[in-house]
């Protein structure tokens, strides 16, 4: 008898506190907007790669059983270090269990506006920029018309820079012209003494042809200014940091199309804000990487290593983690001079459409003598959805039905008065 007792208080201590709690719905605008500014907006917005907009109630209301739905099972935000065996990350877009709470509880009570004067103030977007307003923008000089079917060799475009002086950029993006084919683009800054692409035509599309390197002597000299790619975010660097532009740089922009069924153009441009005072640091875009490799027909977890030494002190400080359809996991270690070993960013679930950079939160000085490791691991089996064909085994290759191995990252060095080239690997 006492336990039933027990057991009916119980009961009715719930429904009470469930009333009292039901007397303070969780709003859209009090509770949910701030959540949205902070975790959504910067794709779920007109012109950005999300599918809808997430600004006001009346964009979102439709979606509450969806956004629930994909905040519970983690699809959304986009975010895939694996917290227990990864560093922290200063752009975590990883939901709090609160917020993921709040968004539920939202969609479960009704998802009711509430009142506007409780919500934060809206993002003063800039239209068609993520970085602000850009200092400067480049656009292509003219259109690429993209067939409806077949392949598209990489297209490679210069854009004499103009610089009569040195430039230091904190921040860049590109925006896609047509992000419906245009898979990926990277700007690449080639200083004067370069001969990178130097058969390359500036306004005109180009495709280049082997070369015998023993031939023929070049100096292939370039830098990774900034890259889009499917889920990328602009470069954005922290205060006192910045990637120098040589005085009479050109840039080379490699350009890697697919056809969709569809015969369309793209005319896609970037845009770069210039650091205000003389930068500390001077940041590069490497990578550790291998092309060296042949994954299976039919290999479900098949896993590929790389491995670069660090040849001059730096400070680590971003990753990005780069493979085709049948990527599967990567991770990045770090090995000190003294034998010491530490697993800097693990990704359990790589996902072709959503390729991330991961900026730690407290940037990792590596000694001269340090070495990077990168492992990857690919699933070429018929369980892979988005595998083109798990009976051919794969290799290295440029188009996204064949495979590519790429540990991206940012490393930052003190600015020398020289400026020299830095590339801090051997």
Not at 315 to 328: D, E, N, V, Y
């Amino acid at each position: 008898m006492l336990i039933r007792y027990l057991a009916a208080a119980s009961l009715m201590t719930a429904a009470a506190f469930g009333a009292a709690k039901d007397t303070k719905p969780v709003t859209f605008n009090k509770d949910v907007l701030p959540i949205l500014r902070e975790r959504c907006q910067d794709c779920h917005r007109s012109g950005e790669v999300a599918p809808m907009s997430l600004l006001t109630y009346e964009e979102t209301r439709p979606w509450a059983s969806a956004i629930k739905e994909a905040v519970l099972l983690k699809r959304m935000p986009p975010w895939f270090a694996d917290p227990h065996a990864s560093k922290t990350f200063s752009n975590d877009r990883s939901l709090s269990k609160e917020e993921i709470e709040t968004i539920v509880a939202w969609a479960d009570g009704g998802s009711p506006e509430g009142d506007a004067e409780t919500g934060p103030e809206p993002v003063a977007f800039v239209d068609g920029w993520n970085v602000g307003e850009p200092d400067i923008a480049f656009e292509m000089q003219q259109e690429f018309a993209v067939p409806a079917e077949g392949v598209v060799e990489y297209q490679y475009l210069v854009i004499p820079s103009g610089f009569t002086e040195d430039k230091w950029v904190e921040r860049a993006e590109i925006r896609p012209g047509n992000r419906a084919v245009l898979h990926h683009v990277i700007v690449f800054v080639r200083p004067p003494d370069s001969t990178y692409m130097s058969e390359a035509k500036p306004g005109k599309f180009f495709v280049p042809g082997n070369y015998d390197e023993k031939k023929e002597k070049r100096n292939d000299k370039r830098e990774f200014l900034i890259g889009f790619a499917p889920g990328t975010v602009p470069e954005e660097l922290e205060p006192g940091q910045a990637k120098l532009i040589p005085a009479g740089s050109d840039f080379v922009l490699q350009l890697h199309y697919t056809p969709n069924g569809k015969a369309t153009t793209d005319k896609s441009y970037f845009g770069l804000v210039f650091a205000k005072q003389a930068p500390e640091e001077r940041v590069v875009t490497m990578a550790v990487s291998t092309d060296d490799f042949v994954i299976p027909a039919g290999a479900a977890d098949h896993r590929v290593d790389a491995t670069m030494k660090v040849k001059d002190d730096m400070t680590l400080t971003a990753m990005l983690p780069h493979m085709h359809l049948r990527g599967k996991a990567f991770e990045y270690r770090v090995v000190f001079p003294d034998g010491r070993k530490e697993t800097l960013l693990r990704v359990p679930r790589y996902d072709f459409n959503w390729q991330l950079s991961y900026y730690l939160e407290e940037p990792i000085f590596l000694p001269k003598g340090s070495k990077l490791e990168c492992s990857a691991w690919y699933d070429n089996s018929p369980n892979n959805a988005a595998n083109p064909d798990p009976a051919k085994e794969v290799r290295y290759g440029d188009q996204s039905w064949e495979e590519m191995m790429f540990g991206f990252f940012d490393a930052s060095f003190p600015v020398e008065d020289d400026k020299q080239e830095k590339t801090g690997a051997e």
